[in-house]
């Protein structure tokens, strides 16, 4: 399964980027707000600190809009991966930047349905939201199973990206079933290397190590 941090925090990214688990980036206009920098800029920034898909979303509703702001996205590194909202404008846009050769991010999907036509539309990757779901009284996760259900179903190679992850059992039930890729913020991703038995095996190994009177070097 594939890691990608969701964060325009540069820092973040090049913390995670060192131990070798990041697979990729996703931003959305909301963290770019959050980050208080030049959208173009950041993303180019991003870019330069991972060789994996960076996604830069779209915020025109149009199709012929969404193409100028695409053709300016795609433009700042070959690892952008232009995203899109589900909606027939965005997977117009979809289709036409996939059949390109540019990567494509398809967002804010909350149905099975949804996902099914972004990978008829030729979709790199679709990102179901599991924590707005479960925040809204839905089963986030079930639409994960579904959709890995129908894309196996017909071996469309879309990819299943796991989006509006919450918690380390978001993300462990996305490895359950399958899913290609989660994005996730830094905390939740940095929570993943955290164990109690882990921080307690480390304080009797030294406690004991200091017994010793010994260094090494
Ligand atoms: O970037 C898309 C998605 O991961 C947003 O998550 O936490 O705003 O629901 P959230």
Known sequence: MKFFVDTADTADIADLAA???LDGVTTNP?????????????????????????????????????MKEAEILRKIADNVCVKVPLTIDGLKTCKAL????????????????????????????ISPFVGRLDDNGYDGMQLIDDIRLIYDNYDYTTEILVASIRNGMHVL????????????PPAVIKGLFKHVLTDKGIEGFLADWAKTGQSIG
């Open 98 to 125: 996939t059949s390109e050769g540019t990567m494509v991010n398809v967002t804010l999907c909350f149905a099975a349905t949804q996902a099914l036509l972004a990978a008829k539309a030729g979709a790199t990757f």
């Open 30 to 66: 909301s963290l770019i707000a959050k980050a208080g920098k030049n959208f173009l800029e950041v993303v180019a920034e991003i870019c330069k600190l991972t060789a994996g898909p960076v996604s830069a979303e779209v915020v025109a509703l149009d199709h012929p809009t969404m």
């Open 173 to 184: 039930e996305a490895a359950k079933i399958g899913a290609d890729v989660i994005t996730a």
């Open 19 to 21: 131990t070798g688990l």
